[in-house]
């Protein structure tokens, strides 16, 4: 699968300012900063289009980009981000609550964890919280240019166990590593015929 097109829609902190339109989803999660920007700019090829921070917590709503006409990639807030006021947090985590307990066009949900460190308990809470609504998902390990074969292998079994998964793609947003195997992933989930 390759994609052709792609360009930001709109921002949404409501469900009744999602998209009305049946296209189907796929929904990028994981705590902040954890490079959701980065994997939705190397997959689109569109360098730019979800903007990246240093900061952690710098998305607070949901945002919907409109791939190939056809689908759209969503880009959650990011959760367990300490410096922002508990008040914030509990609306973040309502406004993600609503979008994956309610939309029917969501296909399926990355959840990208942190190769460098074991997954932690807000992982843990996402991810049991995915399976629990049966969500589709598949968890994506990260920055995994910044560490060796070896600690990786570690980090893939350690994310196995610790989120009770079998299906963990490692990502480079450097290197472009795990790419194709994520794009394929979202081909299954929304059915695509291959191209």
Not at 19 to 47: M, Q, V, W, Y
Not at 57 to 80: A, C, E, H, S
Not at 154 to 181: H, Y
Request: with cysteine; glycine share 4%.
């Amino acid at each position: 699968m390759k994609i052709s097109s792609a360009r930001f829609v709109k921002s949404a902190t409501r469900p009744a300012e999602f998209p009305r339109d049946k296209r189907p989803e796929i929904a990028f999660c994981g705590r902040s900063n954890i490079g959701k920007s980065s994997l939705l700019n190397t997959l689109t090829e569109a360098h730019g289009l979800a903007r990246t921070s240093s900061s952690p917590g710098r998305t607070q709503t949901i945002n919907f980009f409109l791939i190939d006409d056809r689908m759209y990639f969503v880009d959650l807030p990011g959760y367990g981000y300490a410096k922002v006021p508990k008040a914030v947090k509990k609306d973040w985590g309502t406004m993600i609550e609503d979008y994956l307990r309610n939309r029917d066009q969501l296909k399926l949900a990355l959840m990208l964890v942190d190769s460098r460190m074991p997954p932690t308990d807000s992982d843990t809470t996402m991810k049991k919280w995915l399976d629990h609504y049966r969500i589709p998902n598949a968890v994506v390990l990260t920055k995994t240019d910044k560490i060796s074969r070896n600690q990786l292998s570690q980090a893939l079994r350690t994310s196995a166990q610790t989120l009770n998964t079998k299906e963990i793609i490692p990502f480079s947003a450097v290197t472009g590593s795990g790419k194709d195997t994520i794009l394929t992933r979202i081909r299954a989930a929304i059915d695509i015929t291959p191209q």
